[in-house]
């Protein structure tokens, strides 16, 4: 019970952030009708200009919490950069050929990101620690029923579920009150009647673009801080959260965060609680076998809308 | 995309058929002697570099059956490689026969990791092949990574050694210039007498429009899981005769970057294109070889390839001409002929 209990925090956390990853991938999906293959790379990226910001801020000594919002922040400005650098200099001018010609662009950008950040002079190949800005202790522990061993919380999971919490109001707000959000919500809806009825189309999806890459960028700070920073890391990551977005159903913004709290969940209890400990590697294998699944029986996923191709 | 794909001159030639197939068998007959002359004389380095060329090219070729000529973007290539060549691997360490039947034995292993490829991709492409266009990409790559995952995991099968995370080593090697080149030949000539023949239309008609296609009575499952299975089978062939060439397997060495790799190719000499893929492979596993100097920038450099080639010239560097095509016998642009009722 206490495993089970654990591992179902452990799964939510995990599932946080792939959900901010997820809600790059689904918003881009919407409007552009694009997998971003490189928003993994994006997220690899957040974690690496929040590697080198925590090095620098730690030299000047400045409190814990300024230290950590700045670092955040810092991530989340650059990835926005470069979501539209990429998204100005790679996708738009392809943005009325055959979907496969942006999707081999995609791979090509993610390529490019992951094996820039590679070289030695840029990141280097080997991962690295995180600086420590925060030092890992428990923040809550409690028992469950009459077991000896308590559940426990980290501090550092507890700032994981606060921010995300906080950036999914946020996010709900920008996309359902603002005047943005509503010509967001009309270009995924029907991009040539939003283009029809004035809305500046070119400025909605860079500005999709920044806000996802922003998200991705959060999404990989904390995951910096809770393992390391390797310039591979946007690879399976990236995947997971792409088959979130899936299971959720692609385009759907609250599917998004479903998916990857499910996607969190699974495989946090499948690699704890249901596979025996022998097996537990398989986990990784799992989430791709649940995107097939998906995709063959349901792939509109749970929350998405059914669309049959018409001639 | 244009639709009018109907000009693919059927034949392969001017000289009649059989002209031909005796003078491809000569030349892999040729290739037995000349083999054993390269191993005692030439430079290992330089024989090296062949031989991955000659692998490179049964791949680039195989897959350019999917994603080029009928058009469905697979990812997974490297994952049907990875199958052949650990069940070559696995067989060549434990049961390998040397001495004079050593030639029909290798012929078997090889062509027994091509069925086992076969299969993985009959296994893949049924489920898979319902999908369209990026969500295929995305589930082939699913596939890759599952049969990454999983030959990190075994250790042996039955008592025989599979290597799990620190991956397969001292297998004996088989693999010599002969046997690259037997299945170089087999590879291109099988493809390109299916490619080219009138039932080989069925695959470009999938490409230009799937819908179309299956209005015209094209069996389009049929067709694609075809294709694939044909495209696993040589991609397992390669497998198995880099297995038996480097005698070192390493699990990681079949994940996503590798199919990257051979999407490349593809891409780059033009999806569609069989001297296209060819001339891609080649040039693409020699050039780094020159640029040493810049070699960990080689991915780097190929991504950047990637992107400005879909920028300038998305349909590669023949398109979907063959070398020796003129533009005039090539496909003539898509012209709206027939007008709307």
Not at chain 2, 7 to 20: K, N, Q, T
Not at chain 2, 287 to 310: C, D, F, G, K, N
Request: hydrophobic share 55%; glycine share 10%.
């Amino acid at each position: 019970m206490q495993l089970l209990v654990q591992q179902v925090i452990n799964g939510l956390s995990i599932g946080a952030v792939y959900a901010l990853i997820a809600l790059g991938y689904t918003m881009v999906y919407g409007v552009l009708r694009l997998i971003n293959f490189a928003h993994g790379d994006v997220y690899m990226v957040g974690a690496v200009i929040a590697f080198f910001l925590a090095t620098w801020f730690q030299r000047l000594g400045l409190p814990v919490w300024v230290n950590l919002s700045l670092v955040f922040l810092g991530a989340a400005m650059g990835c926005a950069a470069l979501g539209f650098i990429i998204e100005r200099f790679a996708y738009r001018p392809l943005r009325n050929r055959p979907r496969l010609v942006s999707l081999i662009t995609a791979i090509g950008v993610s390529l490019f990101l992951e094996n820039l950040f590679q070289q030695k002079m840029v990141f280097g190949a080997r991962p690295r620690q995180f600086p420590p800005l925060i030092e890992t202790r428990t923040a809550i522990s409690f028992h469950v029923g009459h077991s000896p061993v308590a559940v426990n919380i980290t501090n550092l999971d507890v700032i994981n579920f606060v921010l995300v919490i906080a950036l999914m109001i946020v996010l709900s707000w920008v996309v359902l009150r603002t005047r943005t959000g509503l010509a967001l919500r009309a270009v995924s809806y029907r991009f040539d009647t939003a283009a029809l009825m004035g809305i500046n189309t070119d400025r909605i999806i860079a500005f999709t673009f920044m806000l996802g890459s922003a998200l991705a960028a959060v999404a990989g700070v904390i995951d910096a801080m809770r393992y390391q920073v390797d310039p591979l890391m946007g690879l399976v990551a990236g995947l997971k959260a792409f088959v979130a977005a899936v299971i959720g159903g692609i385009g759907s913004i609250p599917g998004a965060v479903l998916g990857g709290l499910l996607m969190g969940l699974i495989e946090s209890l499948l690699r704890g609680v249901i596979l025996p400990s022998d097996y537990s590697g398989y986990a990784d294998g799992a989430a791709f076998l649940a995107l097939i699944l998906i995709l063959l029986f349901r792939p509109s996923g749970i929350l998405g809308k059914y669309a049959p191709e018409k001639v | 995309m244009g639709n009018a794909d109907a000009d693919h001159p059927v034949r392969a030639g001017r000289l009649p058929s059989w002209v031909i197939n005796l003078f491809l068998i000569v030349l892999v007959a040729i290739a037995w002697p000349l083999s054993r002359l390269f191993d005692s004389q030439i430079d290992p380095y330089f024989l090296d570099l062949i031989i991955r060329i000659g692998i490179a090219i049964i791949l680039a070729v195989s897959l350019n059956l999917i994603n080029g000529i009928t058009g469905q973007f697979s990812l997974g290539h490297a994952g049907f490689m990875a199958m052949g060549a650990y069940t070559c691997g696995v067989i060549a360490k434990h049961h390998a026969i040397t001495g004079g039947a050593s030639v029909p034995f290798f012929l078997g292993v090889t062509l027994l990791s091509g069925v086992v490829g076969a299969l993985a991709g009959l296994l893949i492409g049924i489920p898979t092949l319902r999908l369209r266009g990026d969500y295929l990409a995305i589930a082939t790559l699913g596939f890759g990574e599952i049969i990454y995952v999983v030959l990190t995991k075994i250790r042996s099968i039955g008592g025989c050694e599979v290597g799990g995370a620190a991956g397969l080593h001292d297998i004996p090697t088989f693999t010599n210039f002969f046997w690259v080149f037997a299945w170089g030949m087999i590879c291109i000539v099988f493809i390109w007498r299916l490619v080219y023949s009138a039932k080989g239309k069925a695959f470009y008609a999938i490409r230009e429009d799937e819908i179309a296609a299956a209005a015209m009575g094209v069996d389009t499952t049929f067709y694609k899981v075809t294709a694939f299975v044909i495209g696993a089978f040589f991609a397992g062939v390669a497998g198995a005769l880099a297995a038996t060439w480097s005698g070192n397997l390493a699990p990681g060495s079949f994940r996503f970057m590798r199919s990257v790799e051979i999407v490349v190719m593809v891409v780059l000499g033009g999806s569609g294109s069989i001297t296209g893929s060819i001339l891609a492979a080649a040039v693409l596993t020699w050039l780094p070889e020159q640029l040493r100097a810049v070699e960990q920038w080689r991915m780097v450099i190929y991504s950047l390839l990637l992107i400005v080639m879909m920028l300038v010239r998305p349909e590669g560097l023949l398109g979907r001409r063959e070398l020796w095509w003129t533009r005039r016998r090539a496909i003539p642009r898509a012209t709206a002929t027939v007008a709307p009722p």
